[in-house]
Each structure stands twice: as C-alpha cells, then as structure tokens.
C-alpha cells in the first residue's frame, strides 16, 4: 500500500520543480534590462573542452542597459567573442581588447509583444508538468484503492492534491505576470 503523505510530497516536489524550470527559464528571456542570467547557456572553448562563461571571466552590469564581461586570461577573449555570437542571445559582442562589453537594445513594442509570447509558451510547458504531476498522482491513488486504501482517505489525498495543483498554477501564473509586466515597461 502506498504511503498517501510521501506521494503528496513528491507531488508537490515535481511541481516545485516546474516553477524553477519556469524561473530559470523566465531570467534567460531578454527584457530590455541587463541581467546576467542571459549568458547562462553560453559556453566557450576553453583550453579543449567547452565550459560556462562564467567559469572563464568575470560577468557584471554597470548600467542598466550593458553587461561588461572581463576575461581572466586575455588570450580568451576571442574565444568568448565567438562564443557570444554563436549562442540565441542575439546581442554583438563590443570588444575593446581587455573587456567585452554588450549593449542590451531597448525592445520594440513589436518585439515586446513577441517576448510576451515566449514566455507565454515557456509558462504553458510548465503548467502541463504541473498537470501531467496532478494526472500521474491521481492514477496512483486509484490503483492504491485495489491495494487497500480506503475510498475516504483517497479522497482526502485527491482534494490535497488539487489544492497543491491549485497552489502551484498560481504560483507561475504570478511569475508569468510579474515576467510581463517586466517585458511591457518602458
């Protein structure tokens, strides 16, 4: 017989999971404000194997609207140049020999709305996750009344369930918001 306490909390675990996935996910989107999350899937070649940029210079902002990036080893800065125009974060790299120095543009209206869109389909990804730990959990709970738990604790199980559901759905449509009103400020 399952234990209804431990498969509540790894529901709620997975679904924990997907607001993160949503978080991380959300920080990479470019909002017309330099963040430094970004550049957190671009790696360089460095000395023969292909590591994070930030394990190979030092990322900061000091503005608003830039992201200064000073190598460690000076000899890399080609190799991080390279590695900023190959990556999705569509921004040309300023190099000036010892810093590289990328300008955030600020977004069109059009652009903002496309933005808007993106992390609309990044927050529906994670909603599914969140739907799809509520159905697995459910499926459970059903095959547990065959193996002996009672219908009325199955049924407090599943109103525990819909609230963690409930409590999470929230949770990203209030990152999604928070993500829109970002993208749409001027």
């Known amino acids: 017989m399952i234990d209804v306490k431990q498969t509540l909390a790894s529901a709620e675990e997975r679904m924990e999971m997907a ?45 608003a609207r830039t992201i200064a990036i000073k190598p460690w080893d000076k000899k890399q800065i080609r190799d991080i140049e390279k590695a900023i125009m190959d990556s999705d974060v569509g921004i040309t790299p300023e190099n000036n020999g010892e810093i590289i120095r990328l300008g955030i543009p600020q977004p069109t209206e059009e652009r903002r709305r496309d933005l808007v869109k993106q992390c609309n389909k990044i927050a529906e990804k994670a909603k599914v996750e969140v739907r799809n730990v509520r159905a697995d959990i459910k499926d459970k709970l059903k095959k547990a009344i065959k ?39 001027v």
């Open 147 to 185: 193996d002996g738990l009672s219908e009325d604790n199955e049924k407090d199980a599943e109103n525990d369930l819909q609230k963690l559901h409930d409590k999470y759905i929230k949770k990203l449509d209030d990152l999604m918001e928070a993500k829109n009103k970002e993208i749409m400020t």
């Open 19 to 63: 607001a993160m996935f949503l978080e991380e996910e959300l920080n990479r989107v470019r909002a017309g404000r330099a963040n430094v999350a970004i550049l957190d899937g671009v790696r360089v070649e460095s000395y023969g194997s292909k590591v994070p940029l930030n394990q190979v210079a030092n990322i900061s902002t000091p503005d």
